[in-house]
């Protein structure tokens, strides 16, 4: 490792998650929180990294910049690399690394609560007997089910298969292995089973200071059908999914991945001369949420830009970038 090369703990986290071999907004944050300890433990223990405490933060700061750059929609990630820079103290080497393993500590220890807190706030909504639809694969929505099945209730669940990625194969097996009855369906079938649900539970990525919620692409296509079905839909959401930049007018940018998730190069030459595109995420506006269920309690969408704002102020610090 170099003074500003990050250490390889770091580039495979990145790796991971520009990939998705690491995926979904609260398991990236704390796999990036995990990683910047790993990094402050290799600058301790070689180069000018060990004994110079600029040259520390500086390594550290370099990691951060690595890590960001991995995927840009889930908040959760940059939220995860604030908690734990903002966290780094201490005059010497030996100080900061300390501090900087304790965040990371603390950092994954609140997230594992969060979810369980809100995990109980989920289940209250839902019943026994109930049945819920499911898009992609959300721990913060499985949280909510779990729950639910643990407190005694009896769900069953509908799963959309989440093209093109099909988490909701994780999902499926998740809640069948809860105990959940399963039924798997194409995407496309979603309305169909509608009325067969009695709520549809998601997570996020991040939510924006007006209450949108940008999750899975084809989110905000299942809120607009469960509304129309009148079928209540949930945001299972920890509060490091509350997108600070957008208290100050930002908007929250869309990951495009690559075509071949979509359509395999033999297809792709079949067909010829097309334009494919691969969005990965949507906003669903709040008027089609019926609640973002976080930590601290459930919320209407359009009041949690009061909850934002006690958390995160009127901005958002990058403490990752070069001074
Ligand atoms: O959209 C996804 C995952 O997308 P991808 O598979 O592209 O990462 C999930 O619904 C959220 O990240 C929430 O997940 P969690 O509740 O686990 O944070």
Known sequence: ???????????????????????????????????????????????????????????????????RETRPTAVSLPNALRYVLQRMEGESVDRLRRSVVDASEAFVRQLDRAREDLGRVGANRLADGDTVMTHCHSTDALACIETAVEQGKSISAV???????????????????????????????????????DHVVVGADSIAADGGVINKIGTSGLAVNARERGVPIMTA?????????????????????????????????????????????????????????????????ESIVTLMRDLFGEGAAEPWAEP
Do not use: C
């Open 159 to 197: 799963v959309k298969e989440t093209r093109p990625r099909q988490q909701g194969h994780i999902t499926a097996e998740q809640l069948r292995d809860a105990g959940v009855p399963v039924t798997l369906i194409v995407d496309s079938a979603a309305r169909r089973y509608l009325d067969e649900v």
């Open 237 to 301: 959401a920890q509060t490091i999914k509350l997108h600070p930049e957008t208290l100050t007018g930002h908007t929250v940018e869309i990951e495009m991945r690559d075509e071949a998730e979509v359509i395999d190069a033999e297809a792709r030459e079949a067909i010829g001369e097309i334009d494919v595109e691969n969005p990965a995420f949507d906003v669903t506006p709040p008027r089609y949420m019926d609640a973002i269920v976080t930590e601290q309690g459930q919320f209407p969408p």
């Open 1 to 67: 490792m170099t003074e500003h090369e990050p250490a390889a703990a770091v580039r495979e986290t990145a790796e991971a998650i520009a990939t998705m071999e690491v995926r979904g907004a609260a398991t990236i944050a704390s796999a990036a929180a995990e990683a910047l300890a790993e990094q402050a433990r290799a600058a301790a223990a070689s180069g000018r990294t060990a004994s110079d405490p600029a040259a520390f933060r500086a390594s550290m700061r370099a990691a951060a910049r690595t890590l």
